[in-house]
């Protein structure tokens, strides 16, 4: 079920949101971070998300970097979320841009798969996601909506049992909204989806 004005759509019993906002306000369950892959906070989402949560991001992220190294692209791995309204934050390292043809969508694809699948692990009912990779790692973003969007869908498909019951799109701009609000309907219309 589709729900066009609200920007809602339903399937089985998780609803999909694609909305525009700052991630950092949203209270949910976990949010989840575009990183890199030493967990060292940066510029963009991953910035405003260190800002707003404080030190104790850094201080769980410093520790999972003494454990394992860091986190290599395609993975994730879950912190606290310090003073931020998210209980979580999932950090998640996507793909630098490189032209298409170095396994880029692959690791977008597992980037969100392995997101989700934190979350279910953790029992989350709610989680909002960015649109992972396409700011400073250059990911067109009409391509990166289209990875997100089937791979996001087709998890919340397939993947049984699961708690979550909502999971949002939480886009920076109006420009980037519309573009993943596109790709879903197309996604909606070729599928003939049914929830
Ligand atoms: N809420 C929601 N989306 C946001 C926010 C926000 N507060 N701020 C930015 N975006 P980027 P990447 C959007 O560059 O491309 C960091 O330095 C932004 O408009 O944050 O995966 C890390 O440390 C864009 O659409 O992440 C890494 O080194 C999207 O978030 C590197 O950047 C992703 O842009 C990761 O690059």
New binding site residues.
């Given amino acids: 079920m589709y729900n066009a004005l609200m920007k809602k759509f339903l399937i089985k019993n998780c609803a999909l949101l694609l909305k525009q906002?700052?991630?950092?306000?949203e209270k949910v369950d976990a949010i989840v971070?575009?990183?890199?892959s030493m967990l060292?906070?940066?510029?963009?989402?991953?910035?405003?998300?260190h800002e707003?949560g404080g030190p104790m991001i850094e201080e769980e992220c410093r520790k999972i970097r003494e454990m394992q190294g860091g986190c290599p692209a395609g993975e994730a791995v879950i912190t606290p979320g310090g003073k931020l309204l998210a209980k979580y934050v999932i950090h998640t390292?996507?793909p630098?841009w490189q032209g298409g043809n170095a396994g880029e969508e692959e690791l977008l694809r597992s980037s969100y798969r392995n997101s989700l699948l934190l979350a279910v692990k953790s029992g989350l009912y709610f989680v909002s996601l960015?649109?992972?990779?396409?700011?400073?790692?250059?990911?067109p973003?009409d391509q990166a909506a289209r990875v997100a969007l089937t791979e996001v869908t087709g998890f919340l498909n397939k993947v049984r049992p699961y708690k979550l019951r909502q999971v949002s799109f939480?886009?920076?701009?109006e420009d980037?909204l519309n573009i993943y609000r596109t790709v879903l309907e197309d996604i909606v219309v070729r599928s003939n989806f049914q929830p």
């Fill in positions: 906002g700052d991630i950092t306000k971070n575009a990183a890199n060292a906070g940066g510029g963009g989402v991953d910035g405003a998300i707003a390292v996507g630098v960015p649109s992972i990779s396409t700011g400073s790692y250059g990911y973003v939480v886009l920076f701009s980037i």
